[in-house]
């Protein structure tokens, strides 16, 4: 009689260890789910800050050489289809990373475009716009890195044993990671054949 009390109290022991242990690792998990979401939040907050910037820039830049169209262009268009990625639901992060990146690009068309025009570089404008999304710029880099970081801690949590057992209980999918493909890493040509009219090769 005695001997059947102590095996009942030692699965009820186990059942609430195992209890316990699932509760503690599901907690983990949505702790650090919830540390990629918001590293995601603040990265978005940031790309919407330096496409906000850009307009300002780029008509800056026109008072002084509005002749390269090509370049302001470039830029639009790549803000414009930045801005469509960040506001479709259904887009991916690969798919917002491939968008910024040819913003990025096309911001570096735009840069050496302005360095053809030394009064441009002396406007005390313009110099606060560069300063402000250099700025914004290095802030993305910082918060980019720290979401990836997250990123591969939260991957390699739900796949480790035991781990991966509770996170396929309770469906924790791995995140993506914000990295643009290697092609669209690849920065234009700027081939300055007259250091008063930059030609841009795409």
Known sequence: MMSGWIIALIVIALIVVIGVWIIGIYNSLVGMRNRVGNGWSQIDVLLKQR??????????????????SAVFTQVTQARAGALAAASDPNATLEQRAVAEQQLSNAMVNLRATAEAYPDLKANQNFMNLQDQLRQIEDKIAYARQFYNDVVLKYNNRIMQVPTNIIAGMFHFVPAQYFAADEQSRQVPQV?????????VRF
């Open 51 to 68: 496409a906000d910037l850009i307009p300002n820039l780029v008509e800056t830049v026109k008072g002084y050489a509005g002749h390269e």
């Open 191 to 199: 081939n300055f054949t007259n250091p008063a009219v930059p030609q």
